[in-house]
Structure formats: C-alpha cells, structure tokens
C-alpha cells in the first residue's frame, strides 16, 4: 500500500493494534484508544486525526511502538487563546494525552503523525485542548 491522492480510512473508538500492511491509511479517532503502531518497517506512515472530542479519559490517545520501537519527535500542545506548549520525545516507546477531569477536552482536529525509517518512529502532531491536557512520552 502506498500514500496517494486519496487515503484509505478507518475509523478507532476503542484500542487498536496496527498491521504492516495497513501502512498510508488515515485513521479517525473518535473516543479514547490505545494504538500499538506495527514493527519498524522503512516508509511505514500513520495518521490520526481526532475526529470527536475526547474528555475525561486519563488515556484520551495513546500511541505505543511494536517490542522495541523507538519513538521520536514531538507534538505541540494548543489551548484555545495561549502559546503552544512541546512536548518531545527521544528514545521512548509510548506518546500519551492525558484528558482527565470534565472539563479538560482533547478537541477534534487535533492530528498526529507517525513515520518510520527503518529503526525509529518520527512523531509529529498538534495537539488541540480545552483545559488541562497534556501530552508526554516516555
């Protein structure tokens, strides 16, 4: 499978464990998950756009790499009418957004992307917030 001009999709409410083969497909995340991304594979690419907001979940949106996968990169954290806040990460495995209490809302919109050279996973995203929500790897 290949990125073209039109991506397949598939829609996540719920946790979710990735295939090599599903590389290029957009998925639209529409309640909390857990994602496992697949082994490291060159030219692997993932998208996931939150297609509903996502309140009051400890783990709004998690994106994990397979066994020993590295995750690197950063995402940007955006709350309505402040600066953006970074969140980076360097040799971790995991990049989670923690939503939890009422009124802290991982918004729709917000967008994240993973890529892969072989040996890393590259993270980039905007994270969009209403209250206290941040994004961290470890």
């Known amino acids: 499978a290949r990125v073209a001009s039109r991506q397949r999709v598939e829609n996540i409410d719920g ?3 990735i295939e090599s083969a599903e590389t290029g497909e957009l998925y ?3 309640a909390a998950a857990t994602i496992t991304l697949p082994a490291a594979q060159d030219g692997a690419y993932f ?3 939150v297609g509903a907001d996502i309140e009051n979940s400890a783990t709004a949106l998690k994106i994990s790499a397979a066994a020993a996968g ?3 990169g950063g995402v940007s954290e955006q709350l309505h009418n402040t600066a953006p806040q970074l969140a980076h990460g360097s040799n971790n495995q995991h990049m989670t957004v ?3 209490g009422g009124s802290n809302i991982l918004k729709a919109g917000s967008v994240v992307e ?3 050279d072989g040996t890393n996973w590259f993270v980039t995203g905007r994270i ?3 209250g206290t929500v941040t994004a961290s790897f470890s």
């Open 28 to 30: 639209i995340v529409t």
């Open 98 to 100: 923690n939503a939890t």
């Open 70 to 72: 590295i995750m690197q």
């Open 128 to 130: 969009l917030t209403s």
């Open 114 to 116: 993973c890529v892969c």
């Open 47 to 49: 998208k996931f756009v």
């Open 15 to 17: 946790n979710k464990t």
